[in-house]
């Protein structure tokens, strides 16, 4: 079956960097869209990156551009997050999510995503 395992969270001061993991299995890999997500304390997730089955084509969400980039390497089967200049307000739960297909022109939405990971932690101090 289809399985998301993220990795790569941890606590950091503000201005630092992290990078993030998401091993995809189960399934044809690089014929899934994959987005990032977050949810912190008492909020609703939200998007927060999507690329393109193949990689060419990425969208962030206003709070992470120029400071956050989304990648995938189709032949380890891994997406990746690339954290720098974090601030106190990126803390949250990191989930990735994989869908099917999509249009990669808008900030990813929870509910177009079928397959979930069980999030990674990540905490920014001041």
């Known amino acids: 079956q289809v399985q998301l395992v993220e990795s790569g969270g941890g606590s950091v001061q503000a201005g630092g960097s992290l990078r993030l993991s998401c091993a995809g299995t189960g399934y044809t890999f690089k014929r899934y869209c994959m987005g990032w997500f977050r949810q912190a304390p008492g909020k609703e997730r939200e998007g927060v990156a999507v690329?393109?089955?193949?990689?060419?084509?990425?969208y962030y969400t206003d709070d992470v551009k120029g400071r956050f980039t989304i990648a995938r390497d189709n032949a380890k089967n891994t997406l990746y997050l690339q954290m720098n200049s974090l601030k106190p307000e990126d803390t949250a739960m990191y989930y990735c999510?994989?869908?099917?297909?999509?249009?990669?022109?808008?900030?990813?939405?929870?509910?177009?995503?079928?397959?979930w990971g069980q999030g990674t932690q990540v905490t920014v101090s001041s």
């Open positions: 999510a994989a869908r099917p297909w999509c249009y990669v022109n808008h900030v990813p939405e929870q509910t177009e995503y079928d397959y």
């Open positions: 690329i393109s089955e193949g990689g060419g084509t990425t």
